[in-house]
């Protein structure tokens, strides 16, 4: 079989292409990292330069992936390919991105595992406790045992493999567009209850007063790794996502769109959890055990809340399994089309070279405990790595991609519809950034975090 003559899915609707792009960007970026991220960074400030962050540089990188996938038609590497006019092995972005592909699913799979078997604990209620030590100790016990980590995550995995067989239009779109509906309906139940708690103003007032003491450079790199993470930029993902989207989609809107629907989701998430953090006297700065320790916590002394802690890790199972497919989806359509396999071997080879990579993260807290490199274990160093280099790198490649070599002329038409849509200027603004501003500031911020600078 050529690369040609592979036939490609496709998004079929305007709503499924929305529904498929907000469900890669809404995970468990909204409702487990950003709630933590926010906890331990000081609150409001983070989320100001979070915000800052998101929309000088996360929008233009993602209409730029976007516009570059749709424009070749193809997964990332054969883009790059497609879309280069000089010899400049440009394709290598799109390997790069597959490697970074692995190393996130590596770690995100491990914690889509945790919440998958919370929405089976949460139904038990076994985890059901005021007391902070029983929450800790089931979570403790949990990722502590090597054999329940690894089951849990495998099932995880041959579970979104499963839905990626079925493929772009059915699996990834039929599934996107029923669980986005769900996901916005179980968030705003969750909200209502915290909000009628009695210190909701605390909560509030650390998730919106800024307090701009505590941002760091360190912290800047933070939010920075956060909006590529959220956007789901920077690794190929948009762009494979990009050549699904229909030839008459509005890209720039299409985008702005998801970005304010990711934004409010992860708003939501945070009015749904700081809250009822500090009426129970929680810290917020719990880390990345804040939602498995804490949530079990809370909903045990709210009425009814054994339902809403249910509903709450069904939520984050929903988020995280739109987000699973979209970064599952980079090296399946890439094994796909650049080796000739069919979608099933292409998928089936993706979920055993998880379940070896991703290994190393379900045993970081039993089995691999003491072993560090460079000081942290596998865990955090593929989460460190993958948000705050690799993902900033690919960000910086294919910004100057498209702002020097894809150039002004190709990159405007492909964003215009061919000029149907008449954005000229909206091109113009986003060009520009891409070409001057993103890579330069991208690179400083990462410089600087990295203590490089
Ligand atoms: N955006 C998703 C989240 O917030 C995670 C994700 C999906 C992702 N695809 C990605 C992150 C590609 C980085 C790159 O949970």
Redesign the pocket.
Known sequence: MTQQSIKRGGFSSSFGVLAATLG???????IW?FPYLTGANGGAGFLLVYLLATLVIGLPVMIAEITMGRAAKANPITALQKLAVSKMPWWLIGVAGMA??FL?LSF?SEVVAWVFAYVFKAIGGSILSSDRQVTQAAFTSLIGDPLQSLLWQWSVLVFIGGILLMGVTKGIEGIAKKLMPILFLLLLMLCAVSLSLDKAADGLAFLFRPDFSKITAGVILTAMGLA????????G?MMTYGSYFRDDQNIPQTTLRVMAADLCVSMLAGIAIFPAVFTFGFAPAAGPALVFITIPAVFSQIPGGHLLMVAFFVLAAV??TG??L??MEVPVVILHERLGMSRAKATLLTIAGLMLLGSTCALTNNVLADFKLFGMNMFDLFDFV??NVL?PLGGISLALFVGWTWGADKFTQALSNHGALGNQTTARVVFFLLRYVSPLLILLVMLKGLNLL
């Open positions: 890669s960007a809404v995970g468990l970026g909204n990292k970074a592909a996130i995100y590529f993470f959220k956007l789901s930029l920077g690794m993902t988020a995280a987000a699973m979209s970064l993958s948000s993902l």
